[in-house]
């Protein structure tokens, strides 16, 4: 059974920083690529960052591009988010999410989600 | 980037009903569109993916269709569990994925 379990939501102050885990069990992990979605609480859903299968290729969303970083750990088997210079508009729940394939850009398992709140 | 708008935002409907969603790319993304279904508490769920393909374990009353610009997502014969928001997404961009705002389906 494929499980993502999301870590490392908080309370951080605007401009600090965040590193969020999304821990995979159930699947060949470095068979697939992985991304990052999240959901202000009341709005709809966006993608933030995605990374392939061997971290070849990553992407980021305009709004956190040079702000957050995605990588991933094979050995481990641990997706990451690395958040730095956070706004009030971060605020959100994070969903580590598996992709169908590798660039298939398809999300068939989403974890349940770490909540980020930005606020001073 | 690829733009997605979704209509309507939000739609009632009563049990049994048929419900058609639409969704709209800025510019062709040939068949590259999924739809999730969203209920809250819960994870977001894959429907359908390359416009028309069901995921597995997805009832047969949800389909897709269209391609190019143009999408539906049709629920025939509405049930109780299908009260959710629908999103859809394209996955024409390599790792520039985009969703469109989302139709919340309310009991009427």
């Known amino acids: 059974e494929v499980q993502l379990v999301e870590s490392g939501g908080g309370l951080v102050q605007p401009g600090r920083s965040l590193r969020l885990s999304c821990a995979a069990s159930?699947?060949?992990?470095?068979?697939?690529?992985m991304h990052w979605v999240r959901q202000v609480p009341g709005k709809g859903l966006e993608w933030v960052s995605g990374?392939?299968?061997?971290?070849?290729?990553?992407g980021y969303a305009d709004s956190v591009k040079g702000r957050f970083t995605i990588s991933r750990d094979n050995a481990k088997i641990f997706l990451y988010l690395q958040m730095n210079s956070l706004r009030a508009e971060d605020t959100a729940l994070y969903y580590c999410?598996?992709?169908?394939?590798?660039?298939?850009?398809?999300?068939?398992?989403w974890g349940q989600g770490t909540l980020v709140t930005v606020s001073s | 980037d690829i733009q997605m708008t979704q209509s309507p935002s939000s739609l009632s409907a009563s049990v049994g009903d048929t419900v058609t969603i639409s969704c709209r790319a800025s510019q062709s993304i040939y068949r590259y569109l999924n739809w999730y279904q969203h209920k809250p508490g819960t994870v977001p769920k894959l429907l359908i993916y390359a416009a028309s393909s069901l995921q597995g374990g997805v009832p047969s009353r949800f389909s897709g269709s269209g391609s190019g610009t143009d999408f539906t997502l049709t629920i025939s014969s509405l049930q109780p569990e299908d009260f959710a928001t629908y999103y859809c997404q394209q996955s024409y961009s390599n790792l520039a994925l985009t969703f469109g705002g989302g139709t919340k389906v309310e009991i009427k």
């Open positions: 159930g699947f060949t992990f470095d068979d697939y690529g």
């Open positions: 999410a598996k992709d169908l394939g590798n660039g298939y850009e398809i999300l068939d398992y």
């Open positions: 990374i392939s299968y061997n971290s070849g290729s990553i």
